[in-house]
Nanobody
């Protein structure tokens, strides 16, 4: 069981930066055994994959080169550093935990049904 709490969202101008945090509280398994991901849901759209971290990192094409996912296992926290923000980055951002740390080359890590635990989300609004 993992409880996730996101923070760090807000309103920022285009070109600006934000850092999201996700604090995890894990029982039964340690935080280090979970792969962690960030998803986002723009207004009126489906929830979409943003980034994932286990021992390596993965990004969607839309954020690659602008966003950085990282984790601090000592603090049970995962971060999403977002730079060069665009209005199209406006969304509710969700942190998620996957019980499968590494699923192999054909594992669909970018699909939300692979993640068993979710936070409540934090709003990010980028103004033009």
């Amino acid at each position: 069981q993992v409880q996730l709490v996101e923070s760090g969202g807000g309103l920022v101008q285009a070109g600006g930066s934000l850092r999201l945090s996700c604090a995890a509280s894990a029982s039964g398994r340690t935080f280090t055994t979970y792969a962690m991901g960030w998803f986002r849901q723009p207004p009126g759209k489906e929830r979409e994959f943003v980034a994932r971290i286990n021992s390596i990192t993965y990004y969607s094409d839309s954020v690659k080169g602008r966003f950085t996912i990282s984790r601090d296992n000592a603090k049970n926290t995962v971060y999403l550093q977002m730079n060069s923000l665009k209005p199209e980055d406006t969304a509710v951002y969700y942190c998620a935990a996957d019980r499968t740390y590494y699923g192999g080359s054909y594992y669909s890590f970018d699909t939300k049904d692979k993640y068993a635990y979710w936070g409540q989300g934090t709003q990010v609004t980028v103004s033009s």
